[in-house]
């Protein structure tokens, strides 16, 4: 079946756009995770979504960062007047339930001239 | 928060076993352990999950003391193609934690 999505896979934008990543889940999974990794780092966990409710949004780094996700499917992770440290790849992956096997897209490459 | 240490790094060679031990002294009850594997340019890939004891699998073992404090993960005759960042996570969905990840290096 398929697996997680994402797009756009690449996206270059100047400093202080807006910008607006997808993410489609696999089909049924209830929970759904962003991550970023900079380059030649570890994951930094950013929000999860139970549902389309986020129990935590501590992980966010700043307030220009926001997520929403409808109808339990689609997630968008939105980052405001970006800035060049917003350079990085942004994962996402879902899960049938928590503290089960997390399944990751192909992540979205950002680069923030 | 369950804060894990691992090793930065780790090298080894064609067949040999592979252990990789992650410390997460602060583990809550309801923690479970975790580890992924991830190849460049790749989102992480689960390799195992356990509790408390030994879990195995098709490519893995997964050793947990009675403590929990700490987890190894062991890869058994390792090859080139297993040369990727291994992350221990432990938690649940309220604070997920990937860390810097050890990166095994398999010579020939």
């Known amino acids: 079946g398929a697996g997680v999505s994402q797009s756009p896979s690449n996206k270059v934008t100047e400093k202080g756009k807006d910008v607006e990543l997808r993410c489609d889940p696999i089909?049924?999974?209830?929970?759904l995770y962003w991550y970023r990794q900079s380059l030649g780092q570890g994951l930094e966990f950013l929000i999860y979504f139970q549902g389309n409710s986020a129990p935590d949004k501590s992980g966010l780094p700043s307030d220009r960062f926001s997520a929403e996700r409808t109808g339990g499917s689609v997630s968008t992770l939105t980052i405001q007047r970006t800035q060049q440290e917003d350079s990085a790849v942004y994962l996402c992956?879902?899960?049938?339930?928590?503290?089960?096997?997390?399944?990751f897209g192909p992540g979205t490459r950002l680069t923030v001239l | 928060l369950a804060k894990t240490t691992q090793p930065i790094s780790m090298d080894s060679y064609e067949g040999q076993e592979v252990n990789i031990t992650c410390s997460h002294n602060?583990?809550?009850?309801?923690?479970?352990i975790t580890w992924y594997q991830q190849f460049p340019s790749q989102g992480p890939r689960f390799i195992i999950q356990g509790y408390k004891t030994k879990v195995t699998n098709e490519v893995a073992s997964l050793f947990i003391p009675a403590d929990r404090k700490s987890s190894t993960l062991s890869l058994p005759r390792v090859s080139l193609s297993d040369t990727a960042v291994y992350y221990c996570?432990?938690?649940?969905?309220?604070?997920?934690?990937f860390g810097a990840g050890t990166r095994l290096t398999v010579k020939p």
């Open positions: 089909s049924g999974h209830t929970a």
């Open positions: 602060n583990i809550a009850t309801n923690d479970y």
């Open positions: 996570l432990v938690g649940d969905t309220d604070d997920m934690r």
């Open positions: 992956a879902s899960s049938l339930l928590n503290y089960n096997e997390q399944f």
